[in-house]
């Protein structure tokens, strides 16, 4: 295991060095995988994620896109994974977890899991268009957060920020989006049901995505 610093929680615990890079990357990204193929399935856009105990190693949660099904835009999969945690292991198991999640999160996607306290991400494919851990804006590198009762002169909240890389099996993951647009998403407008997807000159294989419904 890697040495990294520890850093400390809002609940006073203090967070190991994240999990081993490497094989270990690519081993949890499948699992993530496995879950947008899931979701692609079941005809949402093929993004999936697993939360993961970083002492342990252990899978906590697994979680594919569902904001076709439930007709809700937030229903991307790091919510629907976050939530579950929740529900089934509580605030301590995610403060100590690590995400996998086949598409570099969103901006909203990247807010929450500041707010959530997830401390560490790895994601596949980068989002050209709505990534928040460096594709549009580092939300991951935010330390203060909105100011309380939203006023001028109010403090800030802290937030704690979070490590996150990217670049694992980016490729499987952006050939999963290539063929669901290539089909046709059948929810979208129809302007915006077929997608070209394909690399960039400086960042490789990347999605970029004209919206994720």
């Not at 999640?101 to 790895?122: D, K, R, S």
């Not at 920020?161 to 290539?182: D, K």
């Not at 690399?199 to 004209?210: K, R, V, W």
């Amino acid at each position: 295991m890697q040495e990294a610093p520890e850093r400390e929680t809002e609940l006073g615990r203090k967070l190991e060095a994240p999990l081993d890079q490497g094989a270990d990357d690519e081993r949890y990204m499948r699992l993530a995988i496995e879950e947008a193929q899931g979701a692609m399935a079941e005809g949402e856009v093929p993004v999936g994620c697993i939360l993961v105990d970083r002492s342990s190693g252990e899978v906590l949660v697994r979680a594919g896109n569902s904001t076709n099904r439930s007709r809700n835009g937030t229903r991307h999969c790091e919510f629907v994974a976050a939530n579950a945690l929740l529900k089934e292991h509580g605030r301590a198991k995610l403060l100590d977890s690590c995400l996998y999640v086949t598409l570099e999160p969103c901006i909203m996607c990247a807010g929450a899991l500041q707010h959530l306290g997830v401390p560490e991400v790895v994601f596949g494919a980068p989002n050209a268009r709505f990534g928040g851990c460096g594709g549009v804006f580092s939300v991951h590198e935010l330390t203060a957060g909105p100011r309380r009762d939203g006023k001028a002169d109010a403090p800030r909240s802290k937030l704690l920020g979070f490590s996150c890389r990217g670049g694992v099996l980016a490729e499987e993951a952006v050939e999963l989006l290539r063929v669901f647009y290539a089909t046709g998403n059948p929810n979208a407008p129809e302007e915006k049901r077929h997608r070209p997807l394909g690399p960039t000159p400086d960042s490789g294989p990347t999605s970029d995505l004209g919206g994720i419904p």
